[in-house]
Structure formats: structure tokens, C-alpha cells
């Protein structure tokens, strides 16, 4: 009690000082988090992966399509539950700033594959019925004010035109990780819109989707998926969701790395700046510190005052740096519209926070710390001036 | 003082010390031998570097001589770790500093009570003992007070009820009167001439200043890193 007094008081001792670091830390942490929920936004898609299922494409490219004669066969290899498929549609609402994610997906099977979009049943049965309805995503929807009933006209880029959809349902995600930022509609319309305008287009799909019965045979299957349209027109490659979203994320890696390394620059000076104002906190207080050895006081005592003032001061600042991350994580999110379909501060975000405050404190007394147990008696008596 | 029947409280035998300055060896103690008995005030005078606070802090364990014998009490104390002198000082000696030595951020009853925090004493038996020790130094309703909330004087009262709250045998007091005014300085030395009568605390106190010698029942020149016995010392008899 009289050590945590001790602590407590030693700290406050330097308000402006002290006031100073500490919101040096609230910054540095703030910033920390906010750079690692960017990361982890990055990696959202493969976050939320379901472990069953596969994705099949185009073995030379994403861009180049699959016949739609692949499903049966894909269907009948043994390990596969169910098959879906879509297309990336890649449109244009009003302006192009205005990007989300445009899917033409198969309506009957795809939302079997992907139970984590939560759709009202009459909702999604008004779905069903319109060729032209489409489902969007809550986070889609607020971004826009899209609602049920409202027109959406998009201009195609890879399917050129002028496109019409009704929105039918909104749909929500079953965990914060879940993807709330797209726009799904009939593959139908787009199939049947293609024959009429560019036949040699109709019949393509973009991406296979795969559910499997056992996660653990997933690279099995994926063989096995792939042996089948070996030396075809159209070679498969099949990989895991996961794999698939990743493989996206590497394309951009280099700016995923840096993002991390800033994270890590920003703990970094802080660091400097912590072990700056305990140097010379400990610095003025040697005569203390020698007095406290002299009355009898272990120099273990010592230093762990110094490291429990640095542990407390590296407490506050992170406990403040940590409650307004999320606050400022939701307005990050909210200003960056449809950019990051998932941006939430995970708990392994704030705890690399806790741990890096926690290692600052620590790190920042290992050198006062030191000196103020070592040093001689006398010589910290006569630094009173 | 060396002559006095009975064993001494501190006998010192042939002490050498010196400091390492530059790559330099300076002699600051040269083969010291001194007797101290149990209830004695001895003044330590001396020109500024003979080695008089030296000595004092060898005699107080915070410092290690190169060689010689310093028994305390019957320990020779150089032989010590660091672990057990810390230990034996917590128990054996008050310390009594110039600039009062308090720590800014307790009161005056926390700042008396921390030698007790390394004893077992019960919460309510250290209120006792700090209420005690403040109430001899009169500053009983001093206690709430912060240290930036005293005078100099009392500041070093606060110090004094602190090198006396854990009972030692002997009292170490280094220029306890240079940083304060005349009035100050005289009755803090007025309460070490009670501590050192009425409790029969022994004594070893640094001082330029002869008026506070004068205090003691001996005074030791030093120069030179050598002892010698004042030639015109007060000596009052000994209890």
C-alpha cells in the first residue's frame, strides 16, 4: 500500500511532465491501434473464410472465365457438398469514387454456401421473385441510404450498359468480421442480359464456389477438382477461401508491411520519449533513492519504484490511448465509406496495445532503474547538491 | 575516549580509505583507530576533504573501507554483504543529513514511518511509535504537513524523529545544522542533547560549526586523513 502510494504520488510529482507523457502515449497508442485495425481490415476477407469452403477459377487468370458446364462436374466429385457461383461485375454507381464490391451470383445456392449474410425470409423471397432485385449489405445500404424498394442504376465496365436493380433485401452479417459491403443480384439477369447483347459472353463464370463436407480434406479435393479440367481449354486452380483472400492481400503487401513497421516506428519513439522522462526522473531523485538505500531500504526496492512509476505512467496513457481507439476507429471507419467492408478493433489489437504499453514501461525503467539500485550510497547522497 | 573503562560500542582498528579520482588513488583515510562507548556525543571536526564524512559513513555502513577493522557493537561490519548491511543499518543506526534527506511526496508522519515499513510492526503499532517519535520532537500537529510545508528547522525535527523511530544505538548526524538559521540550529541541537541524555543515544555528528561541537562531550580533529584529539575540546564527563 505505502509502495503503491509512493508510486502513485512519485508520479503526479511532475504534472506538465508527466501530463506530457502520458498523452504522448494516448497518441502512440491511438495510432497504433487504429494502424493495426487498418491491417487487420486488409486481411478481413480472409479473416472471415469460411474453412469448408473453395474457390475455383481460371487457372491462367482471374479474369478469364469458367464454362457454366463446370458446376455438375465439379458437384460430383466426392467431398463436395454444394456448388455456387458469380461473377465480379465491377459497375460504376453514379460516380466512380463510389466503389463496392458487385457480385452476380447464382440466387438459388449461394447463400446456402454463405450463412454468415443474414437475410429476413420474406425479404429474400421478394429476392427470388424479381429477376432484377438485388441484396445489399447493411453497411452497403447505410453508406448510400439504399433501401428496400429503391432503384439502383449502375453503369457496367466489364458488362457495358446501363443496368437497373430493385434492392430486396438488406442483409446482415452474423459476427462484426462479416462482410456488410456488397451488392449481390441475379446471375440470371447478367447471363440472360449477355445472350441478348454479347452471346459468346453468356455461360461464363467467374468463380466456382465450393462447399465441402471435411475442412481437413480441403487440399485433397482441390486436387481432385483440378485433375478433372487438367489439359482443357480452361485449366482450374482451386485453393481454399482463405488462400484466395490472401492471395488478393499479397498483391498489395509492400503497403500492408510498411503500415505494420509505422505501427511499430510510433511505439518505437515513444519508447525514446518515455525513457527520456525516466532517466531524468530518476536522475533528480538519486539522493532519494540513496536515502531510501541508507535507511535500511533493498536497492530491489529501489528500482522497483522507478519501474512501477514508468508501469503506471505507461498504464494511464494506454488505458486512455485504448478507449479512444474505438470511438476514432468508428469514425475513421465511417469516413473511409465501403473501403474497409470490416473495420473493428479486434481484441488481439488491444492486446498488442496492453502488451507494447506494458513493454514501453518496462523498457523505459531498465536503465534508470538499474543505475538507481546500483548506485553507491554515498556517491547518490552527495548528488543533493 | 579511547581511554574509558568497558567495551566500546564502536572500536575501530588501523581503517584505510582512499578514492580512485582520474586514475589517481587519493588517500582519504589513513590507518584510523578510535574508540566510541555506548552513550557518547563525539563532535568530528576538520577542514573541508580531510575525510571527516568519510569517515562517518564507514562508521554508518554506507560505505567500505580498503582496510581495517570497524566493529559495531561487536560486528565487524566490514565484513558484511551488501544485503546484510543493509539489514544491520535498518536496525542499528539513524541518519541525521545536512539537507534533511526527506521524501517530498510523503507527509511528515509517512516520511517517519518508512524505517518501520521494514520491520513487522502492525499498522496501529507504527502509528504509535511515528505519533511518539513527532510528539519528542514537538511536532505533533505537524504530522499532515508536507516537507515543502515546513520550515528548515522542522524539516530536520521531522529527520531526527525518523533516525530515532526504529530505536538504534547509534545516531549519524552530518552537518545537521548547515542549512539552518541560528534559532533552527540550536534547537535541533538541543533535541540531540536530549536524545543523547535522556535515551542515551550515542552520537557521531560532522560539523564546521564549533558552536555545535560544543554540544558533544569530545571533539576529534581530522586533517590529513589523520585523527587527532581536539587540543581545547569541551569535554564533559561521560554518563
Known amino acids: 500500500m505505502h509502495f503503491l502510494k509512493l508510486v502513485l504520488r512519485n508520479a503526479l510529482r511532475h504534472k506538465l511532465r508527466t501530463g506530457l507523457t502520458v498523452l504522448g502515449l494516448v497518441v502512440a497508442i491511438l495510432s497504433f491501434g487504429l494502424l493495426q485495425t487498418v491491417v487487420d481490415a486488409w486481411y478481413a476477407g480472409a479473416a472471415g473464410a469460411a474453412p469448408t469452403r473453395l474457390v475455383t477459377r481460371n487457372a491462367i487468370s482471374l479474369v478469364f472465365p469458367l464454362p457454366l458446364s463446370y458446376r455438375d462436374r465439379i458437384r460430383a466429385v466426392d467431398g463436395v457438398r454444394a456448388v455456387s457461383y458469380g461473377n465480379w461485375f465491377g459497375g460504376i454507381y453514379q460516380e466512380p469514387k463510389n466503389f463496392f464490391p458487385q457480385f452476380a451470383i447464382d440466387a438459388a445456392t449461394y447463400f446456402d454456401l454463405f450463412r454468415e449474410y ?60 462479416t462482410d456488410t459491403s456488397q451488392f449481390f443480384f441475379h446471375w440470371d439477369y447478367l447471363n440472360e442480359t449477355l445472350k441478348q447483347r454479347s452471346r459468346a459472353r453468356a455461360d461464363q463464370v467467374g468463380i466456382y464456389f465450393v462447399d465441402i463436407i471435411d475442412a481437413d480434406r480441403a487440399a485433397e479435393v482441390s486436387q481432385a477438382i483440378d485433375a478433372l479440367f487438367r489439359n482443357s481449354l480452361a485449366e482450374t486452380l482451386t485453393e481454399t477461401e482463405k488462400a484466395f483472400q490472401i492471395g488478393f492481400v499479397k498483391q498489395t503487401e509492400a503497403i500492408v508491411i510498411a503500415i505494420r513497421l509505422v505501427s511499430y516506428v510510433v511505439i518505437l519513439i515513444i519508447l525514446a520519449v518515455m525513457a527520456n522522462t525516466m532517466a531524468m526522473t530518476a536522475r533528480e531523485r538519486l539522493s532519494e533513492y540513496a536515502t531510501l538505500k541508507a535507511l535500511g531500504f533493498s536497492p530491489g526496492y529501489v528500482a522497483r519504484l522507478i519501474f512501477g512509476e514508468s508501469i503506471a505512467i505507461a498504464v494511464i496513457g494506454a488505458g486512455i490511448g485504448i478507449a479512444l481507439t474505438f470511438p476514432v476507429a468508428e469514425w475513421f471507419a465511417a469516413q473511409m465509406g465501403t473501403l474497409f467492408p470490416v473495420f473493428a478493433v479486434s481484441r488481439e489489437t488491444i492486446a498488442l496495445q496492453v502488451g507494447c504499453a506494458v513493454a514501453v514501461g518496462i523498457a523505459a525503467a531498465l536503465v534508470p532503474g538499474r543505475r538507481a539500485a546500483r548506485v553507491r550510497i554515498v556517491d547518490g547522497l552527495r548528488a543533493i547538491g | 575516549m579511547n581511554d574509558a573503562a568497558g567495551a566500546p560500542l564502536i572500536s575501530i582498528r588501523n581503517l584505510v580509505k582512499s578514492y580512485r579520482r582520474g586514475g589517481q588513488i587519493v588517500p582519504v583515510l589513513t590507518d584510523i583507530s578510535l574508540d566510541v562507548r555506548a ?128 530505536d538504534p544505538k547509534l545516531l549519524v548526524a552530518d552537518e545537521p545544522t548547515g542549512d539552518l538559521d541560528r534559532h533552527s540550529a540550536e534547537e535541533v541541537l538541543t533535541l540531540m542533547d536530549r536524545l543523547n541524555v535522556e535515551l542515551g543515544k550515542t552520537i557521531i555528528m560532522v560539523t564546521h560549526d564549533r558552536r555545535a561541537a560544543e554540544k558533544a562531550h569530545a571533539i576529534m580533529y581530522l586533517e590529513k586523513g589523520e585523527l587527532s584529539a581536539a587540543a581545547d575540546v569541551h569535554e564533559r564527563s561521560v554518563r
Open chain 2, 39 to 166: 552513550g557518547d556525543f563525539l563532535g568530528l571536526m576538520g577542514p573541508s576533504g580531510s575525510g571527516k564524512s568519510t569517515l562517518l559513513n564507514l562508521i554508518a555502513g554506507i560505505d567500505k573501507p580498503d582496510a581495517g577493522v570497524l566493529l559495531v557493537d561487536g560486528v565487524d561490519i566490514t565484513q558484511l554483504d551488501e544485503a546484510a548491511l543493509a539489514d544491520w543499518r535498518a536496525g542499528n543506526v539513524g541518519f541525521i543529513f545536512q539537507f534533511y534527506n526527506l521524501m517530498p511526496v510523503l507527509t511528515a508522519f509517512e516520511n517517519v514511518e518508512l524505517p518501520l515499513l521494514l520491520t513487522r510492526l502492525s499498522r496501529a503499532e507504527r502509528r504509535d511509535h511515528v505519533e511518539a517519535a513527532l510528539a519528542l520532537v514537538g511536532l505533533t500537529d505537524r504530522m499532515e504537513h508536507y516537507p515543502s510545508e515546513l520550515s528548515g528547522g522542522q524539516q530536520q525535527r521531522v529527520a531526527i524523529a525518523r533516525a530515532i523511530i526504529t
Open chain 1, 118 to 177: 443474414r437475410i429476413p425470409d420474406e425479404e429474400f423471397a421478394a429476392f427470388l421473385r424479381d429477376r432484377k432485385g438485388a441484396i445489399v449489405g447493411r453497411k452497403l445500404a447505410d453508406t448510400y441510404g439504399f433501401r428496400v424498394g429503391d432503384n439502383v442504376p449502375i453503369r457496367g465496365t466489364i458488362y457495358a450498359g446501363n443496368w437497373e436493380f430493385t434492392v430486396r433485401a438488406i442483409y446482415d452479417g452474423a459476427e462484426p468480421k
